[in-house]
């Protein structure tokens, strides 16, 4: 199984207290259009929509705010359609970013991430040239006192691959079993964190500099900022020595 992560460990407490407090809805909501604009407003065919769907309603979005984001993406209007673009970029030291982002606008979320990232040490990079450094997976985070009877079930269930970082388990799947995955597990009597596709890198990269460890993460809570924006991915792990 894979060995401990400093940088994971920080990552997922930030996202699952964030995911708490709740994401803004207008991302919720670009994510749930997109997600129809693709494959469609049923959610039983649509994978992706399943997966926002579920997301928004963690966030406690009304089901309301759910039902204008399905017709929105289901609409004809040409004026107001979401799209969904991954942006990628790199940081100080050469860390690498993948940028997802559903937005009616392509240009106002390129050049809002082009800033960010220039203002900070980085840039915007062309398309393919950082996306080879990472893999697309299903992430499942999950809350037990007993990680080693959940990563029995996690495996049984058809996980690849686990992490154990502090009565968390990470649990990795390849995209189209995340789904199967989590529903064993919720079957099974786990609570689910939060079941996500994540951009992982293939080879981590170690940030031993607290000052290059402060920019990299202003830049990641920078980009999460924006409305446009519905997740960042980097490459980074930080140290032992940092943390």
């Not at 203002?119 to 299903?138: D, I, N």
């Amino acid at each position: 199984m894979s060995g401990h992560s400093k940088w994971s460990s920080i990552k997922y407490q930030k996202a699952t207290t964030d995911a708490r407090r709740g994401q803004a809805f207008t991302k919720l909501a670009n994510l749930i259009a997109a997600a129809v604009k693709s494959g469609g407003k049923d959610p039983e065919t649509n994978f992706k929509l399943r997966l926002a769907i579920t997301k928004a309603k963690s966030a406690n979005m009304p089901s309301s705010n759910i039902d204008r984001a399905i017709a929105r993406g289901a609409g004809s209007d040409a004026n107001n359609q979401i799209e969904e673009i991954v942006y990628e970029g790199y940081g100080p030291s050469g860390a690498a970013f993948m940028i997802e982002v559903a937005t009616d606008n392509r240009n106002r979320a390129a050049s809002s991430i082009r800033s960010i990232l220039s203002k900070h040490g980085g840039r915007l990079a062309e398309t393919g040239t950082v996306g080879y450094q990472f893999s697309q997976k299903g992430v499942i985070l999950v809350k037990t006192d007993d990680l080693e009877q959940a990563t029995l079930d996690a495996i049984d269930a058809g996980a690849q691959d686990v992490k154990e970082e502090s009565k968390t388990l990470i649990i990795y799947t390849t995209p189209v079993d995340l789904d199967k995955v989590r529903n064993k597990l919720a079957e099974s009597g786990y609570i689910i964190d939060t079941a996500e596709l994540e951009y992982i890198a293939q080879n981590p990269l170690a940030i031993s500099d607290s000052r290059i460890t402060a920019q990299l993460i202003k830049i990641i809570n920078l980009l999460e900022e924006l409305d446009d924006v519905t997740a960042v991915h980097a490459n980074f792990e930080i140290t032992t020595e940092i943390i």
